[in-house]
C-alpha cells in the first residue's frame, strides 16, 4: 500500500499543480492584455487630444473667415461706431451667417455670435438667436479676441459643454479691430458618437461631476465622476491619467481620463476613453471564455494528455495489484488451503501492511480456536479430509455411477485437533471425585447393539489414553453419541465434546430391528473397517471420530439418494493406492 | 577729579547732545518708497486665465496685451512696524457682461463685500477654499449678496458657472500694498524704515514671499521673480533627488 499511497499522493500532487498552473497560466496574458488595452486606451487618449486640437483650429480657421467677411466687418464697425440702426445692423450679420454656412447642424454648430468692441451682442444664429444686445466682454475668449488675437476654449455653462473658437473682426482697411466672432460647437452626444466611431473605445464626457454623455448605456457610467475625482491631482499634474480599472456590475472596464482645456477644465470636464477588461483568468472565466475548437484535436493536445492520463491509471492499477489485489488473492488462496486443512497458518511475514496485519489477525483466531478447550470446537468446521483422518491421504470418491469414496489427496495439512487430553480418573484410593459435568444426561440411543470401533481413532485407544483400559468389556467398542456410560463410580463420563459418552452396557442397549438400525449398523460397519483400513495402511486416525464419520456417511447417503433416486446407498472399505477409501453403491431396490 | 567747564561749553553741550541722538536715530524714523518689478511667469503673463489648445495672432494688427488677468496682481508689505490696517468698509463689486469689477479688492478686516448682478446671466459664488466665508449660492440676474471677511488673508470669490470670474479679496493688515501695473512695476510710498515681508498676490493666491529691510533699500528696485508651480513643483523634485 506504500507505494500505491504515494502514487496517489503524487498524482494529487500533480492535479493540484496543474490546476494552480491552469489558474495561474492566463494572468501574465492576463496582465499583458491589461497592458495593451491600457496603451491602446493611451493611444487613442492621445489621437482624442489631437481631434479635439485640430477641431479647435478648425473652428479658428472658420472662424478667421467669418471674421474676413466684408459684410459682417462693415456692419460690425458700423455697431461698433454706433452708426446705423442696430436692429438692421442685427438682421444684416445674422443673413449674412445664414448664407455663409446655412446648415449649421450639419457643421457641428450650435452658434454664431458677432460682437461689437465694447463686447455687446450684436447677432446670433443658432441658439437664442433673436437675443441681442447683451454684453459678453468678459469673457476670456470674446477679451482675447476683441485684444486680436484669435483662440479657442471649452466652456461649461447650463450643464453642457461647448467648444468655442473666436476670431477678430478686422475693418475693411485691416488696420483695427471692429469687434469679434465667435462659434460654439455642439460638445454631447454627437462629439461622443464620432469620436467612438474614429477612436473605436466607449466615450464619456462629465462636467461637474456629473456625465453628460456617454457612448454606453445609461447609468453604467454612474460610478466614473467619483473615480476621476479620485485621480483628480493626477489629472492636474500629467494632463491624464494612468489606466484605471472600473467595474460595472459584472464587467471590468478600463478607463483613461483627461480634462478639457479652457474654464472647462476649473468645472471638473473631463472625457474619459473607456475599454474593456480582457477576460478574468478565474476558473469561472477560464470555462466560460473556453470554445469547442479550444478543445479540437488541432488546438489542444489531446494526446500526450490522454497518454499522461492512462499511464497514471496503469501505474496506479498496477501498484494497486501489486500491493492490494495480489496480496488478498495469495491470503485468499491461503484461507482456501487453511480452511481446507491443507496449511496449518497463513505465512503472515509474506505480506506486508495491512493484509500482512489481516493475515496475522487470521492466524490469532485459527490459533484460538484450534486451542479452545472443547473437542467439537476442535474439528468443528473441517471437512471430510480432517474427519477422514489427520495423516490424510483417504478421500471421500463419490462418482456419479458406482461412486466411491477415493483416496489419494495429500494428508490436509490442516493439524489434527490433540487427542482428547480426557483420561480416566485415577483409582478411588487416590482419587477426589472429579467435578460432576454441568450437562444433563442426553437421551438414550435408539439403538441397542453398538458397532465395533477402534477407539485409537478418538484417543481412546492403546496409544491414546486410558479409556479402553477403563472399559468394563475390555474391547475398544465405544458408545455412539448420545449413549450414556456408566463410569466406574456409578456416573457418566462427559466426553469431550460435551456429550455424555461412555461403554455401552447390556442395561443400555435397545434392540429395535429395522432398516434404520440396519443403516446405522452399516455404517458402524464401514466406520470399523475403513478404520481398520487405514490402519492396515499405515495411516493415522488420529481426529478421525465415528460421529463426524457417520454424520458424513448419512449426508452423502442423503445426497445420493436425491441424486440417483435411488432405494439406499451401500458403502464399502477398500485400498486405493495404498490408502484406505470409501465406495458408494446407490441400491435401487 | 571733575574738570570744571566754562558756560560757553555747556551751553555748546546742551545743544551736542540732541544733535547727536538726532542724527542717531534719524535714519529710523525716515520713509522710504519700496518699488520693483514682479516678473511673473511665462505662462502668467497672458491675460487669460485658462487657456484652449490655440491662441494665435491675427496677422494685420497687434494684438494688445494688457488687460484682462494681469491686473489682479498686488504687492503687500506685511510686517511693517507701525502699520495699522485699513478700516473696514463696504465693496461694491458688479458682475455683468461675464465679468466682474473689480475683480481685486484690497481693505481692512470686518469690511463688507457687496455682490450685484447686473448682468443677464445667473452666477454660482463662493469662496471654495474657506466655504465658511461665503457658501455656494446662486445669484440670480438684478440679485446683490453680501459676504463679510474679518479675518487678514487671502479669498477668492469663485463663479461655478463662469470660472474666469474670479474676484480677489485680499484682506489686510497694512497700509503698504500697491497694484502691479501691465509691466510689473509696483511703487508703495511713505514706508518706514523696518522690517518688512513682502508677499504677491496674483490670480487668486500668494505667488511669492521675501523678507525686506525697508530702510538699506534706497532707491533700490526690487526684483521679485515669481516662480510657476511647475518650475517650483520640479526644483523641490531635484532637491529631493540630490539629496
Given at each position: 500500500?506504500?507505494?500505491?499511497?504515494?502514487?496517489?499522493?503524487?498524482?494529487?500532487?500533480?492535479?493540484?499543480?496543474?490546476?494552480?498552473?491552469?489558474?495561474?497560466?492566463?494572468?501574465?496574458?492576463?496582465?499583458?492584455?491589461?497592458?495593451?488595452?491600457?496603451?491602446?486606451?493611451?493611444?487613442?487618449?492621445?489621437?482624442?487630444?489631437?481631434?479635439?486640437?485640430?477641431?479647435?483650429?478648425?473652428?479658428?480657421?472658420?472662424?478667421?473667415?467669418?471674421?474676413?467677411?466684408?459684410?459682417?466687418?462693415?456692419?460690425?464697425?458700423?455697431?461698433?461706431?454706433?452708426?446705423?440702426?442696430?436692429?438692421?445692423?442685427?438682421?444684416?450679420?445674422?443673413?449674412?451667417?445664414?448664407?455663409?454656412?446655412?446648415?449649421?447642424?450639419?457643421?457641428?454648430?450650435?452658434?454664431?455670435?458677432?460682437?461689437?468692441?465694447?463686447?455687446?451682442?450684436?447677432?446670433?444664429?443658432?441658439?437664442?438667436?433673436?437675443?441681442?444686445?447683451?454684453?459678453?466682454?468678459?469673457?476670456?475668449?470674446?477679451?482675447?479676441?476683441?485684444?486680436?488675437?484669435?483662440?479657442?476654449?471649452?466652456?461649461?455653462?447650463?450643464?453642457?459643454?461647448?467648444?468655442?473658437?473666436?476670431?477678430?473682426?478686422?475693418?475693411?482697411?485691416?488696420?483695427?479691430?471692429?469687434?469679434?466672432?465667435?462659434?460654439?460647437?455642439?460638445?454631447?452626444?454627437?462629439?461622443?458618437?464620432?469620436?467612438?466611431?474614429?477612436?473605436?473605445?466607449?466615450?464619456?464626457?462629465?462636467?461637474?461631476?456629473?456625465?453628460?454623455?456617454?457612448?454606453?448605456?445609461?447609468?453604467?457610467?454612474?460610478?466614473?465622476?467619483?473615480?476621476?475625482?479620485?485621480?483628480?491631482?493626477?489629472?492636474?499634474?500629467?494632463?491624464?491619467?494612468?489606466?484605471?480599472?472600473?467595474?460595472?456590475?459584472?464587467?471590468?472596464?478600463?478607463?483613461?481620463?483627461?480634462?478639457?482645456?479652457?474654464?472647462?477644465?476649473?468645472?471638473?470636464?473631463?472625457?474619459?476613453?473607456?475599454?474593456?477588461?480582457?477576460?478574468?483568468?478565474?476558473?469561472?472565466?477560464?470555462?466560460?471564455?473556453?470554445?469547442?475548437?479550444?478543445?479540437?484535436?488541432?488546438?489542444?493536445?489531446?494526446?500526450?494528455?490522454?497518454?499522461?492520463?492512462?499511464?497514471?491509471?496503469?501505474?496506479?492499477?498496477?501498484?494497486?495489484?501489486?500491493?492490494?489485489?495480489?496480496?488478498?488473492?495469495?491470503?485468499?488462496?491461503?484461507?482456501?488451503?487453511?480452511?481446507?486443512g491443507d496449511?496449518?497458518?497463513?505465512?503472515?511475514?509474506?505480506?506486508?501492511?495491512?493484509?500482512?496485519?489481516?493475515?496475522?489477525?487470521?492466524?490469532?483466531?485459527?490459533?484460538?480456536?484450534?486451542?479452545?478447550?472443547?473437542?467439537?470446537?476442535?474439528i468443528?468446521?473441517k471437512d471430510l479430509n480432517a474427519i477422514l483422518g489427520p495423516s490424510g491421504g483417504s478421500t471421500f470418491d463419490?462418482?456419479?455411477?458406482?461412486?466411491a469414496f477415493a483416496g489419494g489427496t495429500p494428508p490436509p495439512a490442516f493439524a489434527p485437533p490433540?487427542p482428547?487430553?480426557?483420561?480416566?480418573?485415577?483409582?478411588?484410593?487416590?482419587?477426589?471425585?472429579?467435578?460432576?459435568?454441568?450437562?444433563?444426561?442426553?437421551?438414550?440411543?435408539?439403538?441397542?447393539?453398538?458397532?465395533?470401533f477402534n477407539a485409537a481413532a478418538l484417543g481412546?485407544g492403546p496409544s491414546g489414553?486410558?479409556?479402553?483400559?477403563?472399559?468394563?468389556?475390555?474391547?475398544n467398542?465405544?458408545?455412539?453419541?448420545?449413549?450414556?456410560?456408566?463410569?466406574?463410580?456409578?456416573?457418566?463420563?462427559?466426553?469431550?465434546?460435551?456429550?455424555?459418552?461412555?461403554?455401552?452396557?447390556?442395561?443400555?442397549?435397545?434392540?429395535?430391528?429395522?432398516?434404520?438400525?440396519?443403516?446405522?449398523?452399516?455404517?458402524?460397519?464401514i466406520f470399523d473397517d475403513f478404520i481398520a483400513k487405514k490402519r492396515d495402511c499405515g495411516e493415522s486416525t488420529v481426529g478421525l471420530t465415528r460421529?463426524k464419520f457417520?454424520?458424513k456417511?448419512?449426508?452423502?447417503?442423503?445426497?445420493?439418494?436425491?441424486?440417483?433416486?435411488?432405494?439406499?446407498?451401500?458403502?464399502?472399505v477398500y485400498v486405493k493406492d495404498g490408502k484406505a477409501a470409501l465406495k458408494?453403491?446407490?441400491?435401487?431396490? | 577729579?571733575?574738570?570744571?567747564?566754562?558756560?560757553?561749553?555747556?551751553?555748546?553741550?546742551?545743544?551736542?547732545?540732541?544733535?547727536?541722538?538726532?542724527?542717531?536715530?534719524?535714519?529710523?524714523?525716515?520713509?522710504?518708497?519700496?518699488?520693483?518689478?514682479?516678473?511673473?511667469?511665462?505662462?502668467?503673463?497672458?491675460?487669460?486665465?485658462?487657456?484652449?489648445?490655440?491662441?494665435?495672432?491675427?496677422?494685420?494688427?497687434?494684438?494688445?496685451?494688457?488687460?484682462?488677468?494681469?491686473?489682479?496682481?498686488?504687492?503687500?508689505?506685511?510686517?511693517?512696524?507701525?502699520?495699522?490696517?485699513?478700516?473696514?468698509?463696504?465693496?461694491?463689486?458688479?458682475?455683468?457682461?461675464?465679468?466682474?469689477?473689480?475683480?481685486?479688492?484690497?481693505?481692512?478686516?470686518?469690511?463688507?463685500?457687496?455682490?450685484?448682478?447686473?448682468?443677464?446671466?445667473?452666477?454660482?459664488?463662493?469662496?471654495?477654499?474657506?466655504?465658511?466665508?461665503?457658501?455656494?449660492?446662486?445669484?440670480?440676474?438684478?440679485?446683490?449678496?453680501?459676504?463679510?471677511?474679518?479675518?487678514?488673508?487671502?479669498?477668492?470669490?469663485?463663479?461655478?458657472?463662469?470660472?474666469?470670474?474670479?474676484?480677489?479679496?485680499?484682506?489686510?493688515?497694512?497700509?503698504?500694498?500697491?497694484?502691479?501695473?501691465?509691466?510689473?512695476?509696483?511703487?508703495?510710498?511713505?514706508?518706514?524704515?523696518?522690517?518688512?515681508?513682502?508677499?504677491?498676490?496674483?490670480?487668486?493666491?500668494?505667488?511669492?514671499?521675501?523678507?525686506?529691510?525697508?530702510?538699506?533699500?534706497?532707491?533700490?528696485?526690487?526684483?521679485?521673480?515669481?516662480?510657476?508651480?511647475?518650475?517650483?513643483?520640479?526644483?523641490?523634485?531635484?532637491?529631493?533627488?540630490?539629496?
Amino acid at each position: 500500500m506504500f507505494l500505491s499511497k504515494i502514487w496517489f499522493m503524487l498524482i494529487a500532487l500533480a492535479a493540484a499543480v496543474a490546476g494552480t498552473f491552469a489558474l495561474i497560466a492566463p494572468r501574465p496574458f492576463e496582465r499583458k492584455l491589461e497592458a495593451a488595452e491600457g496603451q491602446r486606451l493611451d493611444r487613442a487618449q492621445y489621437a482624442a487630444e489631437q481631434m479635439f486640437k485640430v477641431d479647435a483650429h478648425k473652428w479658428i480657421d472658420h472662424v478667421g473667415k467669418l471674421g474676413r467677411d466684408a459684410i459682417i466687418a462693415e456692419s460690425l464697425d458700423a455697431a461698433s461706431r454706433g452708426s446705423g440702426e442696430e436692429r438692421v445692423i442685427h438682421r444684416t450679420i445674422q443673413d449674412r451667417f445664414r448664407t455663409l454656412i446655412p446648415d449649421l447642424a450639419s457643421g457641428g454648430i450650435d452658434t454664431i455670435v458677432a460682437i461689437d468692441t465694447k463686447g455687446r451682442v450684436i447677432a446670433r444664429v443658432g441658439e437664442n438667436e433673436k437675443e441681442y444686445g447683451d454684453n459678453i466682454g468678459g469673457a476670456e475668449i470674446i477679451g482675447d479676441a476683441l485684444r486680436g488675437w484669435l483662440s479657442d476654449d471649452v466652456w461649461g455653462v447650463g450643464g453642457e459643454l461647448q467648444r468655442l473658437a473666436a476670431a477678430p473682426v478686422l475693418s475693411k482697411n485691416r488696420d483695427r479691430i471692429v469687434g469679434a466672432v465667435y462659434v460654439g460647437a455642439e460638445t454631447g452626444p454627437a462629439l461622443v458618437e464620432r469620436l467612438k466611431k474614429n477612436l473605436d473605445v466607449d466615450i464619456a464626457l462629465l462636467l461637474r461631476g456629473k456625465v453628460i454623455a456617454s457612448s454606453r448605456a445609461p447609468g453604467e457610467m454612474d460610478a466614473l465622476p467619483e473615480l476621476i475625482t479620485h485621480h483628480a491631482k493626477e489629472i492636474e499634474t500629467a494632463k491624464r491619467t494612468l489606466p484605471i480599472k472600473m467595474t460595472v456590475g459584472k464587467e471590468d472596464l478600463i478607463v483613461v481620463a483627461a480634462p478639457f482645456p479652457g474654464q472647462a477644465g476649473e468645472q471638473q470636464a473631463y472625457y474619459a476613453l473607456i475599454g474593456e477588461h480582457p477576460a478574468n483568468s478565474g476558473i469561472t472565466a477560464l470555462f466560460a471564455n473556453a470554445t469547442s475548437d479550444d478543445l479540437k484535436w488541432g488546438n489542444f493536445h489531446w494526446l500526450p494528455l490522454i497518454t499522461v492520463v492512462f499511464g497514471a491509471i496503469i501505474i496506479g492499477l498496477f501498484l494497486q495489484r501489486l500491493e492490494v489485489d495480489a496480496p488478498i488473492g495469495r491470503l485468499r488462496r491461503e484461507l482456501q488451503r487453511l480452511a481446507s486443512g491443507d496449511i496449518p497458518k497463513i505465512q503472515d511475514r509474506d505480506y506486508g501492511g495491512k493484509v500482512g496485519g489481516l493475515a496475522r489477525d487470521i492466524n490469532a483466531a485459527v490459533e484460538h480456536y484450534t486451542h479452545a478447550p472443547t473437542q467439537r470446537s476442535d474439528i468443528a468446521g473441517k471437512d471430510l479430509n480432517a474427519i477422514l483422518g489427520p495423516s490424510g491421504g483417504s478421500t471421500f470418491d463419490l462418482p456419479e455411477a458406482g461412486s466411491a469414496f477415493a483416496g489419494g489427496t495429500p494428508p490436509p495439512a490442516f493439524a489434527p485437533p490433540p487427542p482428547p487430553s480426557f483420561s480416566a480418573p485415577p483409582p478411588p484410593s487416590s482419587f477426589a471425585a472429579p467435578p460432576l459435568p454441568s450437562f444433563s444426561p442426553p437421551p438414550a440411543p435408539s439403538f441397542a447393539e453398538p458397532q465395533p470401533f477402534n477407539a485409537a481413532a478418538l484417543g481412546f485407544g492403546p496409544s491414546g489414553g486410558s479409556a479402553s483400559a477403563s472399559s468394563p468389556s475390555g474391547s475398544n467398542d465405544i458408545s455412539l453419541p448420545g449413549a450414556t456410560k456408566p463410569s466406574a463410580w456409578g456416573q457418566s463420563l462427559p466426553s469431550q465434546n460435551g456429550e455424555t459418552s461412555g461403554v455401552d452396557n447390556e442395561a443400555t442397549r435397545v434392540v429395535p430391528y429395522d432398516a434404520e438400525e440396519e443403516e446405522e449398523a452399516h455404517f458402524r460397519n464401514i466406520f470399523d473397517d475403513f478404520i481398520a483400513k487405514k490402519r492396515d495402511c499405515g495411516e493415522s486416525t488420529v481426529g478421525l471420530t465415528r460421529d463426524k464419520f457417520l454424520q458424513k456417511l448419512r449426508e452423502n447417503k442423503a445426497s445420493l439418494v436425491a441424486k440417483h433416486n435411488c432405494r439406499t446407498v451401500r458403502f464399502s472399505v477398500y485400498v486405493k493406492d495404498g490408502k484406505a477409501a470409501l465406495k458408494a453403491t446407490p441400491i435401487r431396490e | 577729579m571733575k574738570t570744571q567747564r566754562n558756560p560757553v561749553t555747556r551751553v555748546f553741550s546742551l545743544f551736542l547732545v540732541p544733535l547727536a541722538t538726532s542724527l542717531t536715530f534719524a535714519p529710523s524714523a525716515q520713509a522710504a518708497t519700496v518699488r520693483g518689478v514682479v516678473k511673473m511667469p511665462d505662462a502668467s503673463r497672458s491675460t487669460r486665465l485658462y487657456q484652449g489648445y490655440w491662441r494665435l495672432e491675427n496677422g494685420n494688427v497687434p494684438v494688445q496685451t494688457s488687460g484682462g488677468v494681469k491686473v489682479e496682481t498686488v504687492v503687500v508689505l506685511e510686517n511693517v512696524k507701525g502699520a495699522h490696517a485699513p478700516s473696514a468698509r463696504t465693496v461694491t463689486i458688479e458682475l455683468g457682461s461675464l465679468d466682474a469689477r473689480p475683480r481685486l479688492v484690497i481693505t481692512g478686516p470686518g469690511s463688507v463685500v457687496e455682490l450685484k448682478n447686473t448682468g443677464k446671466v445667473r452666477h454660482e459664488l463662493s469662496t471654495p477654499e474657506t466655504p465658511d466665508v461665503m457658501p455656494l449660492e446662486s445669484l440670480a440676474p438684478g440679485g446683490t449678496r453680501h459676504a463679510r471677511f474679518d479675518k487678514i488673508g487671502g479669498f477668492v470669490i469663485r463663479d461655478a458657472e463662469y470660472p474666469h470670474i474670479m474676484i480677489s479679496v485680499i484682506i489686510v493688515g497694512t497700509t503698504y500694498f500697491s497694484p502691479v501695473d501691465d509691466k510689473g512695476g509696483f511703487s508703495i510710498p511713505n514706508v518706514p524704515d523696518s522690517s518688512a515681508t513682502l508677499k504677491v498676490w496674483t490670480r487668486g493666491k500668494w505667488v511669492a514671499e521675501q523678507q525686506i529691510e525697508t530702510g538699506s533699500l534706497g532707491k533700490e528696485e526690487l526684483t521679485i521673480k515669481v516662480v510657476s508651480q511647475r518650475d517650483r513643483e520640479k526644483a523641490e523634485q531635484e532637491a529631493k533627488a540630490a539629496e
